[in-house]
Nanobody, 124 residues
Framework: QVQLAESGGGLVQVGGSLRLSCAAS????????MGWFRQAPGKEREFVAA????????RYVDSVKGRFTISKDNAKKTVYLQMNSLKPEDTAVYYC?????????????????WGQGTQVTVSS
């Protein structure tokens, strides 16, 4: 069983930055691909970024390319999402998820474990 716990969300002004963290416990973190998703009110959960189990392959949704950076520290069992140049449309609950295979999936069904989410609010 894998437990995931996100932290680092909050309220930030347009153009600001936040770094989300997702700490994992249980299982073998280095063998998981990891992803970040987000869900805004009234909308479906959408893919944001994913990183392979080894950290050598990364994928982003087009809307965050050049602004967000995903990284994975296997020693700390933590995945990060550095978010820069934040926009109001980035406002959402952000979830991390673990894929027990290589990783890089864009679909929610490709991930077996999920955290509880952390709220990110970007004010204009």
């Amino acid at each position: 069983q894998v437990q995931l716990a996100e932290s680092g969300g909050g309220l930030v002004q347009v153009g600001g930055s936040l770094r989300l963290s997702c700490a994992a416990s249980g299982g073998t973190f280095s063998s998981y691909g990891m992803g970040w998703f987000r869900q805004a009110p009234g909308k479906e959960r959408e893919f944001v970024a994913a990183i392979s189990r080894t950290g050598d392959s990364i994928r982003y949704v087009d809307s965050v390319k050049g602004r967000f950076t995903i990284s994975k520290d296997n020693a700390k069992k933590t995945v990060y999402l550095q978010m820069n140049s934040l926009k109001p449309e980035d406002t959402a609950v952000y979830y991390c998820a673990a894929d027990l295979s290589y990783g890089l999936g864009r679909g929610t069904t490709e991930y077996e474990y999920w955290g509880q989410g952390t709220q990110v609010t970007v004010s204009s």
